[in-house]
């Protein structure tokens, strides 16, 4: 096994582990970080250190702010502080790895460990997907009197154990079929986290686990969208009959940031998803960095979107921090 740290740099590990070839079923992998910006990585750390701060900080609060506040025990906070929880384990399963390996050179991760980071991305992905569907904003619109009655905590706790179930279950053949795996090159990842793809890739065996990744996040994902779509169109159907301009607006209102996470989390998705499967032109490490921040950006801004577009959530946080002070 060859240690990073007797190498100068990630180039050259990469470079060493190029002329070297074997077959295993279980190796240790080495993560480049960013290739072509080796020279750099300290620096691109610091906003992504930023981002993850920002997550942690970010979603503790709503979590401490919705836990510790009963009259935020409502369907809209309840999914929130979900998406919250979600969006810790995402953040915590990537940027710990990825920060050491751009500012530690830590370079070296082992197979188990890497296929644990990958299922934790995927299966909470999905679940993150699942709880952005319009479920509660449909609700509270078009049966706005039977809201608290449909959507009452137990409700909510069932469909969150269905969300993660769903995660768990769909994504659990992934890291089976990758734990069979065989490698007879170099297992050197140009990326700073252990992403599918590129892991699949350095395999000489058969890679059905590929086929098999991607149209699962297929189905999810484009199920997820679907739903997503279908409530927004009975939303507006709903809110174009309210009697009023200002009853609309206020209705309109209402959508405003779950709106805003929802572009969040897809808009760098279908970036990364396209650059990576049709932008065979693009540099490698603009296939990295989106893929990374894919993962830290929403989220980061996922507690400021809520932070600034829900005054409950505003309000407590303003008296949480005036009270300290």
């Known amino acids: 096994m060859i240690s990073a740290s007797f190498l100068s740099s990630p180039s050259e590990l990469m470079m060493t582990l190029s002329n070297s070839s074997w077959r295993l079923f279980q190796p240790s992998l080495f993560l480049i970080g960013i290739p072509g910006l080796e020279d750099s990585q300290h620096w691109i750390a610091l906003p992504l250190c930023v981002l993850y701060l920002l997550a942690l900080v970010g979603n503790v609060t709503i979590l401490f ?18 998406l919250s929880g979600i969006d810790l384990v995402l953040s915590s399963s990537t940027a710990p790895k990825v920060l050491a390996v751009l500012l530690g050179h830590a ?5 188990t460990v890497c296929l644990i980071q990958m299922f934790l991305i995927h299966a909470f992905l999905s679940m993150e997907s699942g ?14 009197l039977h ?3 449909i959507l009452h905590p137990g409700t909510i706790g069932h469909i969150g154990t269905a969300l993660l179930v769903r995660g768990l279950l769909l994504l659990l053949p992934f890291p089976i079929l990758s734990w069979r795996l065989v490698f007879c090159q170099a297992t050197v990842i140009g990326h700073a986290y252990c992403e599918h793809m590129a892991v699949v890739k350095l395999s000489c065996s058969d890679t059905t686990v590929n086929a098999y990744g ?21 939303i507006l159907q709903a809110v174009l009959k309210f009697p009023g301009g200002e009853a609309q607006l206020k209705a309109f209102s209402t959508c405003g940031s779950h709106i805003c996470v929802i572009l969040v989390f897809y808009v760098p998705g279908m970036f990364s998803f396209l650059t990576h499967h049709f932008g065979n032109n693009a540099p490698q490490h603009i296939h990295v960095l989106l893929a990374t921040l894919y993962l830290l950006v929403p989220p980061s801004l996922n507690p400021l979107v809520y932070g600034v577009k829900t005054q409950n ?7 949480v921090f ?4």
């Open 214 to 234: 991607l149209a699962d996040t297929l189905l999810v994902v484009g199920l997820d969208v679907l739903a997503i779509g279908i409530s927004y169109a009975l």
């Open 131 to 144: 709880v952005l569907v319009a479920l509660d904003r449909y609700i509270a619109i078009c049966y706005p």
């Open 322 to 325: 005036y009270r300290k002070g």
């Open 107 to 111: 370079h070296e991760i082992g197979y």
């Open 313 to 319: 959530i505003r309000e407590q946080v303003l008296w």
């Open 147 to 149: 809201h608290s009655t």
């Open 65 to 82: 702010i919705i836990w510790t506040d009963s009259s935020l025990h409502q369907p809209m906070y309840l999914f929130l502080a979900m």
